[in-house]
């Protein structure tokens, strides 16, 4: 059974910080790789999509690799600012067609 | 991208009463809809995977005679709680695919239901 897990739960850090969130799964046989973004209490907005054959995929100062035989993907967040605090959540599309989420990283941005 | 709107985005019931939630591709076919649970603080749980013209299939421990899921068309998907109780409050959260398995999946708002 497919599992996702991502590291760190939590993190806080001052404005302008580069940083990384990391995601990983248990089953490499995904078509893809999502990560999202959820503000408290909404719903999810999707951040950048990774096919299993892609290895990246950048938007403004988002950054996503993907290495599907380590099982691992990671967001980079370029000079992070107070409006990127939000959780964030990674899910593989897997080859039994379900969405699997991982527990999501709490992101703080302090002014 | 494609939009999937989802409603309501909140609701109040009564114990013992019935919430139907809608789900729909506003510009997109989708075969494909998922329907999931969110406890505050946690990430989200699926709950069950319907296919238009089909039954819904359900995630072990997921009551399929409490929650009933209905894809009648390649654009709505509907998930009624019959008989709510207060252990029913949550966010559910639908999404939306076609029949391309390398498509982005696109999702609802969320819809916060509270049973008191």
């Known amino acids: 059974k497919q599992e996702v897990t991502q590291i760190p739960a939590a993190l806080s850090v001052p404005e302008g910080e580069n940083l990384v969130l990391n995601c990983s799964f248990t089953d490499s046989a995904i078509y893809n790789l999502q990560w999202f973004r959820q503000d408290p209490g909404k719903g999810l907005t999707s951040l950048l999509l990774i096919q299993s054959s892609q290895r990246e995929q950048t938007s403004g100062r988002l950054n996503a690799s993907l290495d599907k035989s380590s099982g691992r993907s990671t967001l980079y967040i370029a000079a992070s600012q107070p409006g990127d605090s939000a959780t964030y959540l990674c899910?593989?599309?897997?080859?039994?067609?379900?969405?699997?989420f991982g527990p999501g990283t709490r992101l703080s941005v302090l002014p | 991208g494609a939009v999937v709107s989802q409603h309501p985005s909140w609701v109040i019931c009564k114990s013992g009463t019935s919430v139907k939630i809608e789900c729909r591709s506003l510009d997109f076919q989708a075969t494909t809809m998922f329907w999931y649970r969110q406890f505050p603080k946690q990430s989200l749980m699926l709950m069950a995977t319907s296919n238009e013209g089909s039954k819904a299939t359900y995630e072990q421990g997921v009551e399929k005679d409490k929650f009933l899921i209905n894809h009648a068309s390649l654009t709505l998907s509907t998930l009624t709680v019959t008989s709510a109780h207060p252990e029913d409050s949550s966010f559910y959260i639908c999404s939306a695919s076609s029949s391309n398995w390398n498509t982005e999946a696109f999702f609802g708002q969320g819809t916060r239901l509270t049973v008191v």
């Open positions: 899910a593989v599309f897997d080859s039994g067609q379900n969405f699997v």
